[in-house]
């Protein structure tokens, strides 16, 4: 049979790196096998689930090239038949009418704390002859009450619950709602899911939803529970390790390969092999091979990934990222074949892309700011004017500004001011660019174009005729 599996949020909020850490080990899996990646919006909780949030999952999945065979579906749609099947179950003497009030409910639950007793629900209207037609009431499950839930966890290993530890599962709420449980029942056995990976949190949530299957009389899906994600201090994953939207990671300039990869070898190894293509990750990846432990989320580690995957990119494959960070300073309409030998440029020089933006930058401002206090202090307040002088007149008479010419005309102006090639090229960085790091020289005035370096050569010289004794 041919897998299929579903990634299932919660609206809730933003995609969160677990989140898509889940999605990507369902998409790898089922990739692999031939099978079907469903995205199902999980939207039961009306009050706190926006449609910005849909948004925004949909939209973080599709940058990080997880889109969905099928879907998005939405529970919200089901509600009908998420209450046939309770009335079903209600039917044939699994579930029955509850009419205990939340007061004695939290009664039951103090006295049996007093008592040291795990707090449950002890089942009283299991039995219950008389229903109140004024009465409010819930739909409960009635779990058996021997034997154990036990399955076989493709990460985790052998799981058994004794029914005798778990208590009556609300279906439906007063308000006639269905509950988490019960829909996600309903939606694995209409999808076809037959295979869950998620979270370990969920681990207590399986054997409740296993005698559900059974009750209904529907095949059990089989199951992967992923450990959950760590910060470095080994406590819970949470804003301060790195715990934000998927798409925050878009605006800190890190590729999506790149996040994919780091994710990837979040509790799944293939030896030591470190860095993996999109391919390769499709190729290799099995859920059975997850390990139980925590994984531990290194920022360091992504960014040295994310470096990687920059320098071993296409300028081509990073022109989207590219724009993107741009298009976030105002920058718009430049040429693309202008921009591809920029990235080539600066590639190697940049673990993310806003870095990589930040050092190109001064190629497509009017003016140069403040010139960088180190840079300014140990190359450019050295420099003479007439060696800037001599190089600006020695430009400005080039036929063509190209790269080759440029460099010609650079080493041709060293020689004849007896100059080491440094004492002129780390003064110029300086006046083009206003920090003392840039790719080659000649590279760097070819890139800025003649108008742009001719006029930034003339400031560094009025600047130093004017600076202060």
Same mark, same amino acid.
């Not at 990646?37 to 990080?64: C, K, M, N, P, Y």
């Not at 054997?207 to 406590?235: K, T």
């Given at each position: ?12 909020? $933003? ?13 790898? +899996? ?21 449609q ?20 998005p ?20 003497g ?38 109140p ?14 034997? &154990? ?36 029942v309903?939606?694995? +056995?209409n ?29 059990? !899906? ?5 450990? @959950? @994600? ?10 301060? +390790? ?18 994919n ?14 860095? $993996? ?12 091979? &997850? ?16 470096g +990687? ?10 022109? !989207?990222?590219?724009r ?55 190359? @450019? ?39 080491e ?13 206003g ?24 400031d ?10």
């Amino acid at each position: 049979m041919s897998v299929r599996t579903r990634f299932a949020p919660s609206p809730t909020g $933003f995609l969160h790196i677990g989140g898509a850490r889940t999605a990507l080990f369902c998409q790898l +899996h089922t990739r692999r096998l031939g099978g079907t990646f469903i995205l199902r919006i999980e939207d039961t909780d009306r009050e706190r689930s926006t449609q910005e949030a849909v948004d925004a999952i949909i939209q973080g999945l599709h940058w990080l090239g997880l889109d969905p065979d099928e879907g998005p579906y939405f529970q919200s749609d089901n509600t009908a038949l998420y209450l046939a099947a309770a009335e079903r179950l209600l039917a044939e003497g699994k579930a029955y009418r509850c009419y205990c009030s939340r007061e004695s409910i939290d009664a039951l639950r103090e006295s049996q704390r007093e008592q040291q007793i795990k707090p449950r629900y002890d089942g009283r209207c299991r039995t219950r002859t008389d229903f109140p037609a004024e009465q409010p009431f819930v739909i409960r499950f009635q779990t058996p009450s021997s034997g &154990v839930a036990a399955w076989e966890d493709h990460i985790q290993g052998s799981i058994r619950f004794p029914n005798e530890e778990l208590d009556d599962l609300i279906l439906v709420r007063s308000d006639g709602s269905p509950t988490y449980n019960l829909a996600v029942v309903v939606d694995d +056995h209409n999808m076809g899911i037959n295979l869950v990976i998620r979270g370990e949190d969920h681990i207590s949530n399986t054997p409740r939803q296993i005698h559900l299957f059974q009750a209904l009389g529907w095949p059990v !899906p089989e199951y992967a529970h992923m450990p @959950l @994600l760590h910060g470095s201090d080994g406590s819970k994953l949470s804003k301060r +390790h790195g715990a934000v939207s998927v798409l925050q990671y878009r605006e800190d300039g890190f590729l999506p390969d790149a996040l994919n990869n780091y994710l990837l070898r979040l509790g799944w190894s293939h030896g030591e092999q470190e860095l $993996f293509t999109r391919q390769e990750m499709q190729e290799l990846f099995n859920i059975r091979e &997850v390990g139980r432990s925590a994984a531990i989320f290194n920022l360091d580690k992504l960014l040295w990934i994310n470096g +990687h995957h920059i320098r071993t990119a296409t300028a081509e494959q990073l022109l !989207p990222d590219y724009r993107y960070q741009l298009d976030k300073r105002g920058i718009r309409g430049q040429d693309t074949a202008y921009l591809l030998q920029v990235i080539t440029e600066f590639q190697s020089r940049a673990k993310t892309m806003v870095e990589m933006v930040d050092k190109s930058l001064f190629l497509f401002v009017d003016t140069l700011g403040p010139y960088e206090e180190k840079a300014l202090k140990k190359h @450019l307040l050295s420099a003479l004017p007439q060696s800037l002088m001599a190089l600006h007149q020695a430009l400005a008479g080039l036929e063509t500004w190209q790269a080759q010419e440029i460099d010609h005309c650079f080493r041709q102006v060293v020689a004849d001011l007896q100059m080491e090639m440094g004492q002129l090229a780390q003064p110029v960085r300086v006046a083009l660019t206003g920090t003392a790091s840039s790719p080659g020289i000649h590279e760097t005035l070819y890139l800025l174009g003649r108008s742009k370096s001719l006029q930034r050569l003339q400031d560094a010289i009025d600047f130093l005729q004017n600076k202060p004794k």
